[in-house]
């Protein structure tokens, strides 16, 4: 089933589902409002999200809360090296009654799709999934099956610990709309962490508060978020600039710059607006291009979290030198 392709949920409807997800997800993750919103950005967005942070964060955790508030297919994968792609997307079988193959879906077949430490698998097996992410299909045997809408990945990997990892290639970076960290805790959050959970653990107690048909109305209310023609020039123009800096080795591509637009519409959704401005470009650039891009001065540490801020400061002194729309401004 597709989105609807018209109407939009009245405003205190959309704000109030939107409200309940984030209080869900919350009450699992503690102190992380807004790596919870910008989650939640991403699933409205229709985009796939990558969390990249340190051992025992709560990456993975916010993985399941995110999934478990929506009442639609789930499936979790844990990446590998001996992962293979049929693993992912399923395998034809032989059946000896009807002498024929039949196909055997794998856990891409669902509306979540949590991945634990994608850059664990081979580069192979992580090809797998670039014509789900970029397509929503997967082809086996020469048949091409459609995935159910939505179709999210959320993936998470380990920037610090280098053995038996295979980094990323770029052209899959490229398919996550975004990749957040999560980032310690503050001492607060820490100790509440500590009390609650000694007996028991908060996604136990985890329920669905929408459903998928529900979500589906999001993202079509997302849709419709009005985006000036200022504005995407605005996007354009950052977009553009990170490929003539000299800093910078691979700019953000044309997908890049169609998922910073699509993920501003989700923020101003969020933020109760219907039309988007450019401090919604602002805020999500650097979440939306990082992970894309390569620096210059290129190592085998590229996906480390130094790299990741360098070019963050990049992409924020582009940001801050690209000139603003006064009517966009205005409006």
Known sequence: MDVP????????????????????VSTVIDGKTEAVRLALTVLLAEGHL??????????????????RTVDCTVSRVQFTPDLLPADITGVSVYNQNTREFEFKKGPVFANILIGDEINRASPKTQSALLECMAESSVTVDGTTYELETPFIVVATQNPIEMEGTYPLPEAQRDRFMARISMGYPDAAAELEMLRSRELSSPLDALTPVV???????????????????????????????????????????????LH??????????????????PDDIDALAVTVLAHRMIPARHSAQASTVLTGHSIA???????A??????????S
């Open 50 to 67: 990558l969390i990249e942070d340190v051992p025992g964060v709560g990456k993975t955790m916010l993985a399941r809360a995110l999934a």
């Open 313 to 319: 400061d990049v992409i924020e002194r582009i940001v």
């Open 5 to 24: 392709s018209s109407g939009s949920l009245p405003d205190d409807v959309f704000h109030d589902r939107c409200d309940a997800i984030i209080r869900s």
């Open 321 to 330: 030198e690209t000139p603003v729309p006064v009517t966009a401004a205005a």
């Open 260 to 277: 910073l637009v699509r993920a501003a519409k989700a923020r101003a959704a969020i933020d109760g607006r219907d039309f988007v401005l």
């Open 211 to 257: 459903s998928v048909d529900q979500l589906r109305e999001l993202i079509a209310t997302v849709r419709r978020v009005f985006v000036s023609t200022a504005v995407e020039e605005y996007a354009v123009a950052i977009a553009q600039a990170t490929r003539r800096d000299p800093e910078v080795r691979l700019g953000a591509s044309p997908r890049a710059t």
